[in-house]
Nanobody
């Protein structure tokens, strides 16, 4: 199983980025997908999750209204659109895959993890 995250980079506060995560080696449409982030010196936290079909999404309160998670099962890819980014959201962002039916906002639901992509938001 491989999860390849991309799309990170340097952006000014208030800007936007779109992260992608391409999955291979697993039946993608059977898996819920999540986005997590880990800032320096902090624990990894869940940002957003989407169920296997894409008809259910959840977000951590701090990103609601600014971030959107989506997926394209035909392309085995999940996305995270991030708008109005804040400096405190500088972190390595990870995508993860977990068997459907498990809570999509729970760290323990996820079996497979990507390598992460760095997002740096300058003030």
């Amino acid at each position: 199983v491989q999860l390849q995250a991309s799309g990170g980079g340097l952006v000014q506060a208030g800007g936007f980025l779109r992260l992608s995560c391409a999955a291979s080696g697993l039946p993608f449409s059977m898996y819920s997908m999540g986005w997590f982030r880990q800032a320096p010196g902090k624990e990894r936290e869940v940002v957003a999750g989407i169920n296997w079909s894409g008809n259910s999404e959840s977000y951590v309160d701090s990103v609601k209204g600014r971030f959107t998670v989506s997926r394209d099962n035909a392309k085995n890819t999940v996305y995270l659109q991030m708008n109005s980014l804040k400096p405190e959201e500088t972190a390595v962002y990870y995508c993860a895959a977990g068997m459907r039916g498990r809570p999509i906002m729970s760290y323990s639901s996820y079996n497979y993890w990507g390598q992460g992509t760095l997002v740096t938001v300058s003030s």
